[in-house]
């Protein structure tokens, strides 16, 4: 009987971190692929994007779903399954709230289709270095929260 209390009390020992890798890259094999087949489908004439929307949910859920699953298989507690359906849908809408609160920036130039060795080296003797060539940006603030 000490034995088996022992064994329960145990922490885990091996690592299943691949398991999730493994599950994360098939969801998002299948969310990009099903968004470029359903793309792919509606510039056809006649062309049935349902096929690839419904690649692209089963892809979204499968991300969702996967580590958590992969946790509560591994025997382990609860407050860890819930903590990665947590992370999985809340820091992506953090990063998304993030992004939108901090800044709107318009290209405007030709922006890098207009680089070549030549101009590069044009610009170095001129002194202003790789930053030549990139894309200006016309950025203004906006408010995050109105």
Known sequence: M???SAAEAAPLDRWYGWQTLLAD???????LG????ASAEEEKPGGDVAWGQ?????????YLAASP?????????????????????GLPLLGLVAGAAL????????????????NLLRARRRGRG???GHRRR???RQRAFV
């Open 103 to 118: 800044e709107s920036c318009e290209p405007t130039g030709p922006g890098l289709a207009g680089i070549n060795r030549r």
């Open 34 to 37: 099903g968004s470029a087949i």
């Open 69 to 89: 699953v992969i946790h509560g298989v591994h025997e382990r507690s609860a407050g860890r399954v819930v903590g990665s359906v947590t992370l999985r849908v």
């Open 54 to 62: 419904r690649l692209s949910v089963l892809g979204f859920v499968s």
């Open 130 to 132: 790789l930053a030549a």
């Open 2 to 4: 000490p034995q088996d």
């Open 25 to 31: 890259t098939a969801s998002f094999g299948a969310f």
């Open 138 to 140: 016309r950025c203004h």
